[in-house]
């Protein structure tokens, strides 16, 4: 007996029919086996070295002959005289030889790594005295035989036995330089003088006396003194010391990069700043100043708090060839296979490839994980692949490897993966997931090639910003000093792993020049 064949009654038994079929084929997908695929063997590598860099911060200080020739007017005495010895004694008696000279303005000129300093002097010698009896007595004779005793007595008591007689002093001084720094943080001027006289005379009861003869060994004497007080003091003034020992604190610092704010939304990030070695060159002398350069070499890192580093100042300055001004700056940034793996999964996971669907079978990430070994990294990807030719689409699931290297982009200052490439492991993945499914690994590789890029030009900008901003302190202009600084450029410099850590290496070029207009008196 055949049963009435209601519609509902068949819409019913399609729907059963339907939903068991669905049903069915999910069950299918739940159950497929996954394919364990054998993980590539990893490199251990050592460990990175300790993060810090050695960095270089060297000023060129320029002090102006015009202040060097200022400060020595200032210092050195307008007016100076003297004494002579008396070089006729058997005709001069009691006599008295005295000087007197003042010099003229300074003129300060610089060639050859040479420094001189001239002036012109001018003054007079005065001889005053009177003859000996020997050289009266023989005037009195000579006189009596022409106009008679008596006469001649009285003529050479009143107008010979005393003598008064003036001549001018004209020259100039000249003072050379060649000054050399110590490792003691002493200069050492290396000074010389040199006096230049006019070749002039004056008569004495009938003798003459070269004035350059009695006045030059008084000056002479008189400059070395002046000359070995400079030095001395020059020697022993620690002023030179003391500035660079100010310097020296105010670079010993943890400077804020990133993330310090209250609201900020970036992860804090210090620069610690740790002078090791004081260098200097020693100076040099052109036409129109002094030229000394100096500078720090430091020790730079990363930290993640702010830091006070200990920094003790050198006994010893230590002097190197000639060099240019220059900021160099070393910043080492450390990233966790942690951190990366979190990044791969930001851009992969729950992504399905090909993304426009157009291949037979969808391939989606599940999950993401990142490992170096050697010179390469490891990408596994726990993928979910789905024909889907024909109507059951069925899928099955397995892990992906795919190896690469990690390169900096200096254009674009970005962190890329190139290289990309199947592992020949993941060979078996393709046993379950089907031919078909190889064709939609290349465009995983490319999505890895596209997207995994880590965007470092925010973090470079912000460093070269505070780092110009600390450098910036030492534009704090005192009188008479003018300083200019000033980062140039930020480059990425260089990569390195090890298994657990991935480092960029952000390097900075700058400029610091000071120029010295005024100094105190020499």
Known sequence: MRLPMHPRTIALGLTVVLVSFAISLKAMDWLAPSVTVQTPPLVQLPPLPPSPRSSTVVAQVSVALSAIRDAAERGAPKTFGGKADNPVQQILQNADIGWTASRGPIAATGAQDVL????????????????????????????????????????????????????????????????KLGASWRI???????????????????????????????????????????????????????????????????????????TSSMPPMWLELRPTRAIAAQPKVDASSVILTMGIEAETRITEAQTTPNCPFPDKLSIVPPMSSQVAIGLPVDMSFTTLTQLVEAQLKGKTFPEDG???????????????????????????????????????????????????????????????????????????????ARAAIPHLQQALADRMVVDLKPFASNAQRKIAAAIADLQKNEEGIRVDADVTSIRLASI??????????????????????ALPAL
């Open 116 to 179: 001189t300093l001239t002036t012109p002097i001018n003054g007079t010698l005065k001889v005053t005295g009177s003859l000996s009896d020997k050289a009266t007595g023989a005037v009195t004779n000579a006189l009596g035989s022409l106009l008679g005793g008596n006469v001649a007595r009285q003529i050479g008591s009143v107008n010979i036995k005393n003598v008064n007689a003036n001549a001018d002093i004209k020259g100039s001084v000249t003072l050379t330089a060649r000054p």
């Open 188 to 262: 050492e001027p290396n000074l010389q003088a040199q006096v230049n006289l006019g070749d002039t005379s004056l008569s004495a009861a009938g003798v003459r006396i070269s004035v350059p003869a009695q006045v030059k060994p008084v000056i002479d004497k008189a400059v070395a003194d002046q000359i070995s007080v400079v030095e001395a003091r020059l020697r022993n003034d620690p002023v030179f010391q003391n500035s660079a020992r100010a310097q020296w604190a105010k670079a010993c610092r943890s400077i804020p990069l990133q993330g310090t704010g209250g």
């Open 358 to 436: 157009s291949g037979p079978v969808d391939v989606t990430v599940k999950s993401a994980s990142i490992a170096a070994s050697g010179d390469r990294l490891l990408i596994s990807l726990l993928v979910h692949a789905k024909e889907k030719k024909s109507f059951f689409g069925l899928g099955a699931e397995a892990t992906v490897h795919i190896w690469c290297r990690p390169r900096l982009d200096q254009a674009a200052q970005t962190l890329r993966l190139a290289d990309v490439e199947l592992a020949v492991e993941s060979e078996a993945a393709f046993g379950l997931l089907g031919a078909a």
């Open 496 to 517: 390195a792993f090890d298994s657990k850590t991935l480092r960029v290496v952000v390097e900075t070029d700058g400029t610091i020049k000071a120029a010295v207009t």
